[in-house]
């Protein structure tokens, strides 16, 4: 028992932690900033790496050149490749947002927070595509029709936002297994992308990296 005076200890789960612990209420705070300054660090340095993608590819670069003297024409394509694409196409965004906010509500947390994520990821991708404008590869590589630029693909970063929403609310003792599912889809719809011919490498990296940010900045904004 507590002496006289002394601090009680509160018993809770910290987040995503497999154990409960003690800690004393006046640790709460500190766990709370904590938090955020891990959150604020990681959108900081998404950012950054995003930027310096964009930078390179908008001019050009190293990655850039590199990666064009490298890739070769990928050869047809065997039929499953355009299955696992679809897993980045508008309805499957949907499904994910719709799974995401269901899985808020029972847990009640903020049912909109999914689709606010999903929509900032939309339209940072499409400004990005716009200012970069960067051509696709060679035509004769296409095994499937594109819908403008090539920067970011919009496939991987919408197949990365509907998954990472889902991951997002699942409880925390799901986290790890679906954090491993997300991961194994987005790596399969970006290696699509490249396989049929429709983007560059690091096309598939900005996309991965603008939904990585949106929803860091998601949860720094909501506190989640």
Request: hydrophobic fraction near 45%; aromatic fraction near 4%.
């Given at each position: 028992m ?27 705070g ?12 990681l959108?900081?340095?998404?950012g950054?790496?995003l930027?310096?993608?964009?930078a390179d ?11 064009r003297?490298?890739?070769?024409a ?7 490749w355009?299955?696992?694409?679809a ?7 949907f ?15 903020p049912?909109?927070?999914?689709g606010?994520t ?14 970069v ?14 819908t ?12 990365s ?24 889809l987005?790596?399969a719809?970006?290696m699509s ?12 990296g ?7 940010l ?11």
């Amino acid at each position: 028992m507590a002496g006289v005076g002394q601090p009680r200890s509160l018993v809770r789960e910290t987040p995503c932690a497999p154990f409960t612990f003690e800690v004393r209420a006046h640790d709460e705070g500190d766990d709370m900033a904590g938090s955020r300054r891990r959150d604020r660090s990681l959108a900081m340095g998404l950012g950054l790496a995003l930027a310096a993608l964009t930078a390179d590819v908008a001019a050009g670069g190293r990655i850039d050149g590199w990666e064009r003297s490298r890739l070769r024409a990928p050869g047809r394509a065997p039929a499953g490749w355009h299955t696992v694409t679809a897993a980045g196409d508008a309805p499957s965004l949907f499904v994910g947002v719709a799974a995401a906010s269901l899985l808020a509500a029972a847990r009640r947390r903020p049912v909109l927070r999914p689709g606010l994520t999903v929509l900032g990821g939309v339209l940072v991708r499409a400004a990005l595509c716009r200012a970069v404008a960067r051509p696709r590869p060679p035509r004769d590589w296409w095994q499937a029709e594109p819908t403008g630029p090539s920067f970011p693909s919009r496939h991987t970063t919408w197949a990365s936002l509907a998954a990472g929403v889902v991951v997002d609310e699942l409880p925390c003792a799901g986290r790890p297994v679906g954090g491993a599912a997300a991961a194994g889809l987005v790596a399969a719809v970006g290696m699509s992308r490249v396989r049929l011919g429709m983007h560059w490498p690091t096309d598939v990296g900005g996309g991965v990296l603008t939904a990585l940010l949106c929803r860091a900045v998601s949860r720094l904004v909501s506190g989640a």
